[in-house]
Structure formats: structure tokens, C-alpha cells
């Protein structure tokens, strides 16, 4: 049966051995998952193995522009030497005459962006609980000297068993050496950091921290806290640092007080992941669960 898309069902990968061997592996593609900026995201099973995987699908001819490729290179390269619980696994890349492939770890609950969606905002015990598998990715990516510059609800994936699995290194850059600072203008407008918009003093791991800052403070209230109908008015308040908590929103102090310490323009000032994880807001005597159930996909988790 032809796909809507014009494109084959069956996806074959050549693999050229040492010795000049040629052998073919064959993937079947199924469901649709996803579009992002270049890539269209499929399931692929491999016909070898029977291994589900999230294959994104890039087209060469996107690929013209040397930044473009180089870019993918960058991503694919990066991601490829993580390996950690919460970060969505690298399985593997090829190419054929038409697209490049980079098979991924599937995650099959869609991302924190649907579930926002659908939840409107989360509990407290919901937000420690993603949050602390954030930190631990992130924990993990800057020991490892990556930055990854854009993290946001729409790069957290969920896995079947509801892990967050943070994706998507488009965007990410890896330190040469500890103090060296990026200059590149680049993120999502609602979690931009001050010091990546002001641009002369260049930017480095702190970027990561105010956008967590902006991850927790969105997923406790329902709302990015510098959203506004227009790019430019948003920039303008997180140079301003132009945000307030809303009345109607039930916050705690400690939720408040975590936000406020995260959300400060001087990025020398923001809390270290550390100091974030002995924040009172994670250490309240409750017990954090490491997941959550699949109800609260579409529920609060009950109160019991
Ligand atoms: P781009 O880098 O081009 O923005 P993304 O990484 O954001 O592409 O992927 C585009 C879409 O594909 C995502 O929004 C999501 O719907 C889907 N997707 C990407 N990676 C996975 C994955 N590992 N598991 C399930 N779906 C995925």
C-alpha cells in the first residue's frame, strides 16, 4: 500500500564490512511520531532483530547548506557518547541516496509538552519528581563538559515506564575546556537565557540552569513565566526579568523560593545543580517517587 507520503515501507540500510562484504538491514516503517525543524520522526523495526525504534528521518536535500550538515554531524556526534537513564538513548545512524537516519530510543508517551497539555499544570510531587531525573541528566551532561542549550517541556520525552528522557541535541555544544564561553545566539524564545540574548559576555552551563528555572516554574503554574503573544516582548522580559507568580495558582514557598533563585539574570548567581538538589523544595520529608503511574498522563496523581 502506498504511504501518504510517498515514501518506502521498508527502509534499507547497506553495510559495508572490512574485508568489502556487503550486506543489507532491512527496517520496516510504521507510525508516524513526529515533526521537527529538518527531521520527521518514524517508528522503524528492524526486520533482524524485531527492535522497535524512533528513527528521525533527515532528508539530504535539507543538507545543502554546510551549517546544516555540519549541525547534524555536531548532534549526531554528541549524542552518540551519552549515556546515561534520562537521556534518550543513541541506538545507531546510517544513510541512504535520500535521508540520513539516527534510530533512537523510543520513547512511546510523547513528550512533557502533551502532557502539559492535557494536565494544564502538575503537583508539586509530580514537578520533584520529573525535575530530579532532569537534574540527574544534566548532572550527567556537564560532567561531560555538554551544554545542551535548549532544553525545554518539548525535549522531554516519555518513555513507557515514564522516565523523562531528555532529547533532541540539535543544539548542544561540547566545552573544549572548563572556562571557555559559546557565543552562538541560540535556544527557544521562552527559555532563552538573559545572557544568551545580551551576547557579549558569552554563555556556558548556567544557560541550562535558567532554563530549568523556566521548566519548573512552567510545569508548577501551567505557563512559561516570560510568555507573551510576540518573540520580541518576550525577550524583552527576560532581560528584564519581568515575571510574577499568579494569584490563582496554589505555589508553595519553597517552590517560589527555588524559582526566584534559579531565575536571576546574573548567571554567576544561579545555584549550582548541587545546591538545587539540596534545595527545600526536594527536601520536604515526603518520599519522591523515581516515576509516576500512566494515569497521570491524563489525572493528578491520588492523594494517598
Ligand atoms: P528536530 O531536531 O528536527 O526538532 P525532534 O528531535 O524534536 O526533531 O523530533 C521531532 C518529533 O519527533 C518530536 O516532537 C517527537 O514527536 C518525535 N520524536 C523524536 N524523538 C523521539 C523518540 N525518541 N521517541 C518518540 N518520538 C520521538
Request: with cysteine.
Amino acid at each position: 500500500m502506498a504511504q501518504a507520503d510517498e515514501q518506502p515501507a521498508i527502509i534499507e540500510e547497506k553495510i559495508v564490512r572490512v574485508n568489502g562484504e556487503i550486506s543489507i538491514r532491512q527496517y520496516s516503517k510504521g507510525r508516524f511520531l513526529g515533526k521537527g525543524g529538518f527531521a520527521r520522526c518514524y517508528e522503524f523495526t528492524s526486520l533482524e532483530s524485531r527492535k522497535l525504534t524512533a528513527s528521525k528521518v533527515v532528508p539530504k536535500a535539507s543538507l545543502t547548506k554546510s551549517r546544516a550538515k555540519q549541525k547534524l554531524m555536531t548532534e549526531i556526534k554528541i549524542h552518540r557518547s551519552l549515556h546515561h537513564p534520562n537521556i534518550v538513548g543513541f541506538e545507531h545512524f546510517f544513510e541512504d541516496s535520500e535521508n540520513v537516519y539516527i534510530l533512537l530510543e523510543l520513547c512511546t508517551n510523547q513528550t512533557m509538552n502533551e502532557l502539559l497539555r492535557r494536565r494544564k499544570r502538575l503537583t508539586e510531587l509530580e514537578t520533584q519528581c520529573y525535575l530530579v531525573q532532569v537534574i540527574s541528566a544534566l548532572s550527567y551532561l556537564h560532567g561531560h563538559r555538554v551544554i545542551h542549550r535548549d532544553l525545554k517541556l518539548g525535549n522531554f520525552f516519555l518513555s513507557d515506564k515514564m522516565e523523562i528522557k531528555i532529547g533532541d541535541f540539535g543544539l548542544a555544544t561540547k566545552l573544549e575546556f572548563d572556562g571557555e564561553k559559546k557565543r552562538t545566539i541560540c535556544g527557544t524564545p521562552n527559555y532563552i537565557a538573559p545572557e544568551v540574548l545580551d551576547g557579549k559576555q558569552g554563555h556556558s552551563y548556567e544557560v541550562d540552569i535558567w532554563s530549568l528555572g523556566v521548566v519548573a516554574y512552567t510545569l508548577l503554574v501551567g505557563k512559561p513565566p516570560f510568555e507573551t503573544s510576540d518573540v520580541k516582548t518576550t525577550y524583552r522580559r527576560i532581560r528584564m526579568n519581568a515575571y510574577s507568580f499568579p494569584e490563582n495558582v496554589p505555589l508553595s514557598e519553597s517552590s517560589k523560593n527555588l524559582i526566584t533563585r534559579i531565575l536571576v539574570t546574573d548567571p554567576t548567581k544561579r545555584p549550582t545543580l548541587t545546591e538545587i538538589q539540596a534545595h527545600e523544595f526536594f527536601n520536604q520529608g515526603n518520599t519522591i517517587p523515581k516515576t509516576l503511574p500512566p494515569s497521570t498522563l491524563a489525572c493528578p496523581p491520588s492523594a494517598s
